[in-house]
């Protein structure tokens, strides 16, 4: 029924892009090989009839009979009836159709009642050589060759053709599968990219400065025996702009920079990936000083004692191997530096971590509302804002968001606002693509009177458990419209970025989620299905705070719950006993139970303030952060009353 305000600050969503795949043989290549059958059959056939010469047809009687008597036959053939000859002089056959030119070549059939005995004395008299041999005593040469070699010769091509294809089509075919082909951008290209580029992430384009600094003047540092690190690993949740901030570094230090993902190495021929590492690493060695870039690090890096590989013969291990020599084979004085970025750092091998490798680890975290400030106005340059437009209060009220979120955002704006015939894009159309992205695109979806009045006192259960629980985000929007997959939505979200929760905050979240069924239970007595999310979340809330962060007497100052285990239970997890696991989800239940049980009590006590919010909500269908708590009969947030009411917050 709803995609609750509960925020998971503590959890990073941690994912990949995907990569392209390898070249197939598909309809074009099919194609290639009927074509190159078809013009086979039409390349003997016009042979055959260039080199069969024509023959005319002609009645044993009394035309050939008569040629004989005549002694215009020369020689002729026989196999069985068939009776092929030459003429002494050309025949016209027949004599009147001139269309026909005459030939000494001639074949006819003798029939079976005819005296042979009779034909052979005719024959003979009349000095006619005869013969009981075909014309052609032996196959064509080309009928040979053609028979011998043309299956080979079509498979040969098809061949050649798909290893020009699986080659990547620059003319090397077969032999530039151990090529790198990386996207190198020159420094004098318009794409260039520098730090002015990229806003939000302060911290991280400081520790990149010295790389900077040392592709421009690297005798500064060698004079004072500084080496500068060999590689740079780019960390942290995917959007904030890892892929950027290397571009930046390459334009900034106005070198060459080779950018390649790591799934790219990868092929189905073991050593082909080795032999495009050593490629790339002699590319960007010929242009130094340059940058090699590698996104996505982890499709080929992972631990090789993580059992992701099945020994030291495996393709991806053997493209490690060969990125490990090349970094550690480094002289220091190649100019070239190695940047990587990955969403898993932890899954990393190592060996690719120690010092002389990725000798420097740089997060990039998630910008603050000042840097959310910074990256809007960098990705509103070219977009034109009209005077109601306060970019300000737009960082604040997107908590959580990315630099690619952002991004989004800002071209959202910008395509709502054309849509809408405006010349600016103002404050209204960024608030209304806020709503679009955080809750997704409205439904036209008819709720009958019955629904529609359920899924209000539900979505009002969540917004006043939030207003009357200390710890809890301050409820922001409240609306009843279904979007994607749900009836309703709450929106809540903090007065600003907050990094650490405490034990109240969490629990605070938790029953702001179980407050929606708690409201369908005070009201209507029974239950729905349309707090599956909210189930799914208060479950998750409280896995973590038991297994994760020590929050629990019962389990105490223990880790039990595997990071990467999130949704998967506890199967696999050995050093967990089966009783912990017991004692696990007996704490899980009791502190879900408890909120649940709190909220129910809340919601019984102000069951007014909930008539009043769920019919208000009912007639409006969406209420603002204020009217929310107007309705409710309560005062908001002092934060609350100077947002705009059209700022939609987070989730």
Known sequence: MDKESDIK????????????????????TLGFFVSLLILNYLLASLLYAQSARPRSVIPYAPTFLTQVRDGNVVSVTSKGTAIQGTFRQALRYPRNDSSVKPTKLFSTEMPSFAN??????????????????????????????????????????????????????????????????????????????????????DEAKEELAEVVDFLREPEKYRKLGARIPRGVLLSGQPGTGKTLLARAVAGEANVPFFSMSASEFVEM??????????????????????????????????????????????????TLNQILTEMDGFDENTGVIVLAATNRA????????????????????????????????????????????????????????????????????????????????????????????????????????????????????????GMLTPGADPVRKITIIPRTMSLGVTVSAPESDTYNYDKQALLAHIKVATGGRAAEEVVFGDETTGAESDIRQATQLARNMVGRYGMSDEIGFLSVVPQDGEGSGYGGYSEVSERTRQRIDDEMRRVVGEQHDEAVHLLEDNRDRLESLAEALFQAETLEGPEAYAAAGLTPPDELQKTEPAAVASR
């Open 9 to 28: 600050p503590f959890e990073q969503d941690e994912g990949g892009d995907g990569k392209k795949g390898g070249t197939g043989i598909g309809w074009k």
């Open 269 to 318: 021929v073991v050593g082909v990936g080795a032999s495009r590492v050593r490629d790339l690493f002699a590319q960007a060695k010929a242009a130094a000083p340059s940058i090699i870039f590698i996104d996505e690090i982890d499709a080929i890096g992972r631990s090789r004692s993580s059992g992701a590989y099945s020994g030291a013969n495996d393709e991806r291990e053997q």
């Open 346 to 465: 932890d899954v990393l091998d190592p060996a690719l971590l120690r010092p002389g490798r990725f000798d420097r680890r740089v997060t990039v975290q998630a910008p603050d509302k000042d840097g959310r400030k910074q990256i809007l106005i960098v990705h509103t340059r070219d977009i034109p804002l009209a005077a109601d437009v306060d970019l300000d209060g737009l960082a604040a009220t997107t908590v959580g968001m990315v630099g690619a979120d952002l991004a989004n955002l800002a071209n959202e704006a910008a395509l709502l606002a054309a849509k809408r015939g405006h010349e600016k894009v103002t404050m209204s159309d960024f608030s209304d693509a806020l709503e679009k992205i955080e809750l997704g695109a409205a439904r036209k979806l008819l709720l009958t009177p019955a629904e529609k009045h359920r899924t209000a006192y539900h979505e009002a259960g969540h917004a006043l458990v």
């Open 116 to 201: 042979a005995d009779a034909l052979d004395t005719l024959l003979q008299q009349n000095n006619v050589t005869v013969t009981a041999q075909p014309l052609e005593t032996s196959t064509p040469w080309w009928e040979t060759f053609l028979v011998a070699f043309g299956p080979a010769l079509l498979f040969i091509a098809l061949w050649v053709y798909a290893m020009r294809r699986y080659g990547g089509g620059d003319g090397m075919g077969l032999f530039s599968m151990g090529r790198a082909k990386p996207k190198q951008y020159e420094p004098s290209q318009q794409q260039r990219v520098t730090f002015a580029d990229v806003a939000g992430i």
